[in-house]
């Protein structure tokens, strides 16, 4: 069974850093891309970063970019999102995914697995 399991969430004040951790088990994600997403209540699902496996290129939403730094150990089968300089507007579940594709992807219906999501709370 495939699993992904994402950690490091929790409730933060602005200006204030977090790194999520996305492990993944149940088989090999070798030549899978990986993203997080999040969403927030009453929003719908957004794209925050993706990597991709071979030249591990990544991808960034604009709201995010230079602040968040997505990376992945692929020996220990983990994706990280680096998140500093956090802004209430970041507060939302954040989702990691994984795409049995080689490069990633912004659009989440491109990904076939999903963690159960951690919470990311940040105060004014």
Do not use: H
């Not at 602005?14 to 927030?40: H, I, K, N, P, V």
């Not at 496996?53 to 680096?82: C, H, M, P």
């Amino acid at each position: 069974q495939v699993q992904l399991v994402e950690s490091g969430g929790g409730l933060v004040q602005a200006g204030d850093s977090l790194r999520l951790s996305c492990a993944a088990s149940g088989r090999t994600f070798s030549g899978y891309a990986m993203g997080w997403f999040r969403q927030a209540p009453g929003k719908e699902r957004e794209f925050v970063a993706a990597i991709s496996w071979s030249t591990e290129t990544t991808y960034y939403a604009d709201s995010v970019k230079g602040r968040f730094t997505i990376s992945r150990d692929k020996a220990k089968n983990t994706v990280f999102l680096q998140m500093n300089s956090l802004k209430p507007e970041d507060t939302a579940v954040y989702y990691c995914a994984a795409r049995p594709q080689m490069y990633g992807s912004r659009r989440s219906k491109e990904y076939d697995y999903w963690g159960q999501g951690t919470q990311v709370t940040v105060s004014s």
